[in-house]
C-alpha cells in the first residue's frame, strides 16, 4: 500500500510543418507574413483565424483597411469576442500519473476535443494498491490511519483473490482477465491509476475553468492546477487572460472570457 500525490505528464504538442506554412503563405500571396508567436501551437490559431478574413495584412481583403499587429494582441482579440473554434487546431498530449477512478470517471465527461486511452484493470492486475488521501481525510486525526488500514485490507483482499482462483498458474490469458476483472469490483474508487488525455487548447481553457473552480472536486482541482502551471508560460499567448485566486490552498483558475 502506498499513499501517493498525482502527477501530470506534458508529452506532446502539435507541431508545425515550416515548409507547409510557406506554400500556403504563398499560395494566399503573403510570403514574407510572419508573426512573433511563442509557440507552434500560438502560430497555428493565429494563422487559422488571419486564415477566415484573409487578414494577414491590409488589402489583402480589399474590404480589410487595418489589421491586429502581433500574436499577443490577435490571440487576445480573438478570447475576448470568443472566437474560440481556432483553438481547436492545435493539441495537446498529456499523461496523468497516479490518480484516482474518483479522477478518471470525472475527467472522461468531458468529450469535446478530447481523445482518452485509460490503463485497462482488466488486464492490468491489482497486486498493490496506492491512492492520494483528500485533505478532509488527512488532517483528521483519526481519518489518515482509518484510510490506509483499509487500503491495505483491500489490497490484502486482492492478494487472497488471486490465491484463491490460482491466477498465477492460469495458462488462458482470456480467464486471467475475466479474473482480473472480476477482482477489481472489491478494489476502492480511490485507486491511484493512469490515464492518456489529450484535448485541443479550446477544450482545456474550459476544463482548467470548470475543474479548478472552488465547487469542483479536490483532486481534479488540484491536478487541472497543475495542468494550467504547466501550459501557462508555453503558450503565454493562450492563458494569458487567467488570474488564479487560492482558495483551500488550491488554484483557481480564473478569467473574464469563458468558455471562449
Ligand atoms: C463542479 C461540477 C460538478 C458536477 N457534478 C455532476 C453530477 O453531480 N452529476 C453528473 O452527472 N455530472 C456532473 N458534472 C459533470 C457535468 O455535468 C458535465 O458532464 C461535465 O462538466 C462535462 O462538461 P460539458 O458538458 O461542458 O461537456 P464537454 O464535453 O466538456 O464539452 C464542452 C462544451 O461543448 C459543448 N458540447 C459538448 N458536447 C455537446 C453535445 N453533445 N451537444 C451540444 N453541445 C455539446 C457544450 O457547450 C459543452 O459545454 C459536474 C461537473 C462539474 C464541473
Request: proline share 3%; net charge negative; glycine share 6%.
Amino acid at each position: 500500500m502506498e499513499l501517493v500525490e498525482p502527477r501530470i505528464f506534458l508529452v506532446g504538442e502539435t507541431r508545425l510543418v515550416e515548409e507547409g506554412l510557406q506554400a500556403y503563405l504563398e499560395h494566399v500571396g503573403v510570403p514574407s507574413w510572419s508573426t512573433d508567436a511563442p509557440s507552434d501551437a500560438e502560430v497555428l490559431c493565429e494563422m487559422y483565424g488571419r486564415l477566415c478574413y484573409r487578414s494577414f495584412e491590409p488589402g489583402l481583403n480589399p474590404n480589410v483597411t487595418r489589421v491586429r499587429k502581433g500574436n499577443d494582441a490577435y490571440l487576445g482579440h480573438i478570447l475576448e469576442v470568443g472566437h474560440g473554434s481556432v483553438l481547436e487546431h492545435a493539441m495537446l498530449n498529456f499523461v496523468f500519473a497516479d490518480v484516482s477512478r474518483v479522477f478518471t470517471h470525472e475527467l472522461v465527461r468531458h468529450r469535446a476535443g478530447t481523445a482518452i486511452s485509460q490503463e485497462s484493470l482488466r488486464y492490468v492486475r491489482l497486486d498493490a494498491l496506492s491512492a492520494y488521501v483528500p485533505t478532509h481525510i488527512r488532517e483528521h486525526e483519526d481519518g489518515l490511519e482509518i484510510f490506509s488500514k483499509t487500503l491495505e485490507e483491500l489490497e490484502r483482499v486482492q492478494q487472497q483473490l488471486a490465491d484463491a482462483f490460482a491466477i498465477d498458474e492460469e495458462s488462458k490469458f482470456s480467464v486471467k482477465k475475466q479474473l482480473t476483472s472480476a477482482f477489481r469490483r472489491v478494489a476502492p474508487l480511490g485507486l491511484a491509476t493512469t490515464v492518456g488525455w489529450s484535448c485541443n487548447f479550446r477544450t482545456l481553457r474550459h476544463v482548467i475553468e470548470v475543474r479548478t473552480a472552488p465547487d469542483a472536486e479536490e483532486e481534479l482541482r488540484l491536478v487541472f492546477g497543475m495542468v494550467y502551471d504547466a501550459v501557462r508560460d508555453r503558450y503565454p499567448n493562450l492563458f494569458g487572460d487567467y488570474t488564479v485566486e487560492m482558495v483551500d490552498g488550491l488554484r483557481w483558475v480564473k478569467t473574464a472570457h469563458r468558455k471562449v
